[in-house]
């Protein structure tokens, strides 16, 4: 049986969210944060991480910190059902507190970092995060507040923990990990490339378009179009943001022939079109 808590208003620098799913009806997500910071804990079950470049596992107990901007997503591990706390928050939460809290946000977020916790340990944390959901459920006067506080006592809490203890990182080993970050590496690379077609690349590295097709999607959780799309489309929302470049010139830099083809997946990955998109980053 599902189970899904999330709270967030618009606007809001604070989001979190409490899901237990069957692993059966799960939805595949995948996607990066520009301007969130993100903390996963897995409260029960197993999961496969895909984190940047690298496949990790994800076990109960289990912080995981991801900075902006990385491309992430979880999925799954055979037939196990998971329950997840998600918290996603903005540098501007800490507006008022920068110089503090801005070496806190470095520990934990400038490295991909998975903190195993031990039983102790685990029950501070599920303390503090099912506290931030009490106080978002009734929503009491200064509960806004209540819940900075409690993100601090989590960041403090996670530092303590890592300066204690050594980060168990639990990457996936083996050849065809080891391969297909190599090949995420090759496509990171060339994505602005037009014809990076999956039996291009399965030629580069010596291998049959359908064992690339099968392993990718094994060891990433993403198909290879999906993978490469991103990529394309989140340099494509970097130009919109940074530069002046026509968006005809931006869907060419990024490898894209058509644009009408670049508008269609932009909008997909984003839900905006790419010219709005570039307005309401461009306040």
């Given amino acids: 049986m ?16 409490h899901r237990k799913r069957d692993t059966k009806n799960a939805m595949p997500e995948y996607h990066t944060h520009v301007d969130h910071y993100e903390v996963y804990y897995l409260i029960n079950g197993k999961r496969k991480y895909f984190i940047n470049d690298k496949t990790y596992y994800v076990n109960p107990g289990n912080l995981v910190f991801i900075n902006k901007g990385v491309l992430h997503r979880t999925f799954h591990v055979d037939d196990y059902e998971h329950e997840r706390l998600l918290i996603n928050f903005t540098g501007q939460l800490f507006e008022s507190e ?9 520990s934990v977020f ?9 039983r102790h ?22 509960f806004d507040l209540f819940l900075k506080t409690l993100l601090i006592q989590l960041l403090i809490s996670s530092v303590r923990y890592l300066n204690r203890n050594t980060a168990d990182t639990q990457e996936f080993t083996g050849s065809v990990y080891h391969k297909m970050t190599d090949i995420i590496h090759y496509i990171n690379k060339h994505y602005h490339t037009p014809d990076l077609t999956l039996d291009s690349v399965a030629n580069e590295f010596f291998i049959s378009s359908y064992y690339l097709s099968r392993i990718f999607k094994k060891a990433t959780g993403f198909t290879y179009s999906e993978y490469l799309n991103h990529v394309r489309i989140q340099e494509a929302q ?6 002046h470049m026509k968006v005809i010139d931006i869907a060419g830099k990024v490898g894209f022939n058509s644009l009408t083809h670049f508008g269609r ?7 905006y079109t790419p010219s709005y998109y570039r307005k309401i980053h461009n306040k």
């Fill in 98 to 106: 920068k110089d503090t809290c801005s070496s806190l946000l470095q």
């Fill in 2 to 17: 599902d189970i899904n808590f999330s709270y967030q208003k618009p606007d809001d620098p604070l989001h979190i969210s």
């Fill in 110 to 118: 400038n490295q991909t970092l998975i903190i195993q916790l031990n």
């Fill in 238 to 243: 970097r130009l919109l943001r940074e530069s």
């Fill in 265 to 271: 997946v932009f909008k997909n990955h984003t839900r």
């Fill in 121 to 142: 340990e685990q029950q501070e944390i599920e303390y503090i995060l099912f506290k931030m959901i009490h106080e978002m459920q009734k929503g009491e006067t200064g």
